[in-house]
């Protein structure tokens, strides 16, 4: 790709890009998000077409004016958000588009041909007439590679694949992009997690405000100058410091013997003033469960929860948040913001009372607490009218968890507080929440990333199968302790003090 150029109105996605791919490598990008990344994979799977510049593939210069287009160029790309079709069989998900699978094919014949491309990415011991859905993310995950492959595509690009997945099946994602290289196909992988680059990748090209880099080896590159590279800067301190020794204020959030769908036994904890308590576990660890339960988003079979010595109901997310119990939800686009309203909108989605006076609307109110919020988390004020589906993941995550501030939350509740963020965007929002702790909000979180919860929580409590596996002091906990935990080998179960 040379000299790409896209322009959206004013605003210049794409300034004179250049990009390459050689056979059998696998490439990364990497950048903040709205540096251009995305751009560049919509103009190599046909949503997209350059303003400017040519694409050259195998030395031919191509036209990529739409999806059919990129499938016969030999480009194939699995998006974030999956595009199996649940109700389907995998086998018919793995020909799924495919003009070569013909007309007249039988269920059994379909599924005979399927085989030879699930083995390819691991996945030989599924039934390729199962329905789609029954199979896990990851699984489908490997099913839409199968089909990339089934197309014989040669340049195929994930973009973050691994972002909702499990250690272990992470593990299966990466040994398959591994495969597909060795075959000699090109693989561009997309990800925010800089450990993945440099365990996967050759090179990587690097995209800031639009343009790119010359492609680095990432045998002579380290994680600090990647990230120097994507932010234009150095990035000193990715987490707050923690004060050794800090005492905490009184108990904010008693959680007891909490019991819900997801949880395999009841869980105590306690959280308390200016403390940031942090729950580790995989995908289906039961830390969304729980949260969702002391929430009130989950009905609670037994347990209580009680704020400030006050028993507070269960089942009810509407007299959790009037008592002061805000909840991020882990998928933003879901049910943590509206997409089609703006920023200030969004902003005092959650405290509607106060900008509503005698139940009619007050803008001017609106747009004054819309402000205050915006400032407090570090958002442009000047975007407050942008729509919130057209911000970058960092700029939507400060709207999803700003808007729990009109409130004035007593606890904040976060599923997954960094999910599909950029390295500069996650130390802006720990930030945040380590200056919310010290003003003394009492914060409990959970996370896939071992790292984050080690970085950023004062106390760790780590799950492994909906059972609270134990619970530490960070300070107390390395890196092969937490990950021990989480993955739960033989013997590594502890009595649990919260």
């Known amino acids: 790709m040379t000299d790409i150029t896209k322009s959206f109105g004013a605003v210049h996605a794409l300034k004179g890009v250049h990009f390459e791919l050689r056979a059998g490598e696998v490439m990364a990008l990497a950048g903040e998000n709205g540096a251009g990344k995305s751009t560049l994979v ?3 799977s046909g949503i997209h077409r350059p303003d400017s510049g040519e694409i050259r593939i195998n030395g031919e210069q191509v036209d990529i004016h739409s999806s059919r287009r990129s499938a016969e160029v030999g480009v194939a790309v699995v998006q974030q958000e999956l595009s199996v079709v649940p109700t389907m069989t995998v086998a018919e998900n793995v020909f799924l588009g495919n003009a070569s699978s013909g007309q007249n094919w039988s269920g059994r014949r379909l599924a005979a041909r399927a085989r030879e491309h699930l083995k390819t990415v691991g996945l030989d011991y599924v039934d390729p007439q199962t329905p789609a859905g029954t199979l896990s993310v990851a699984e489908q995950q490997l099913v839409e590679v199968a089909r990339m492959i089934a197309r014989d595509a040669r340049i195929l690009i994930l973009d973050e694949p691994t972002a909702a997945l499990s250690d272990t099946e992470i593990e299966r994602v990466k040994a398959v992009v591994k495969g597909v290289a060795a075959e000699g196909r090109s693989v561009i992988y997309v990800t925010h997690r800089l450990g993945e680059i440099f365990e996967l990748a050759n090179r990587v090209t690097v995209f800031r405000n639009g343009e790119s880099s010359e492609p680095l080896e990432t045998a002579e590159l380290n994680v600090e100058g990647l990230i120097t590279k994507m932010l234009g800067r150095r990035l000193e301190n990715m987490f707050p410091e923690r004060v050794p020794g800090r005492t905490f204020g009184e108990t904010v959030l008693s959680v007891s013997r909490i019991a819900a769908a997801g949880l395999a036994e009841p869980i105590s904890l306690e959280v ?7 729950l580790a576990g995989q995908v289906g660890s039961g830390a969304t469960p729980l ?8 009905h609670s079979d037994s347990g209580s929860v009680t704020l400030v010595g006050k028993r507070v109901k269960t089942g009810n997310q509407h007299t959790a948040i009037r008592e002061g119990i805000a909840y991020c939800s882990g998928d933003r686009k879901r ?3 509206f997409g089609i309203r703006p920023v200030s909108e969004n902003l005092t989605s959650a405290s509607l009372a106060r900008v509503t006076p005698g139940g009619w609307l007050n803008r001017a109110r609106e747009r004054r607490m819309g402000t205050e ?4 988390f570090s958002f442009d004020t000047k975007r407050l009218k942008a729509l919130a589906s057209t911000l970058s993941g960092g700029n939507q995550q400060k709207i999803v968890l700003g808007k729990w501030l009109g409130i004035e939350p007593r606890v904040l509740l976060i599923d997954e507080p960094t999910r599909g963020v950029d390295v500069g965007a996650r130390a802006e929002i720990y930030r945040h929440l380590r200056k919310l702790a010290d003003e003394g909000l009492a914060i409990l979180f959970a996370s896939s990333d071992a790292q984050e919860v080690l970085g950023l ?9 909906g059972r609270l596996v134990a619970f530490r002091d960070a300070e107390d906990v390395d890196y092969a302790q937490l990950t021990a935990d989480i993955t739960h080998p033989a013997g590594a179960r502890e009595e649990v003090a919260s």
């Open 291 to 298: 949260l969702e339960a002391i929430a009130g988003a989950r």
């Open 335 to 337: 049910d943590g913001m």
């Open 373 to 376: 919020i915006a400032q407090a």
């Open 272 to 278: 308390r003033a200016g403390e940031i308590v942090g």
């Open 457 to 465: 929580a004062d106390r760790i409590g780590s799950l492994y199968r």
């Open 42 to 44: 919509k103009m190599l």
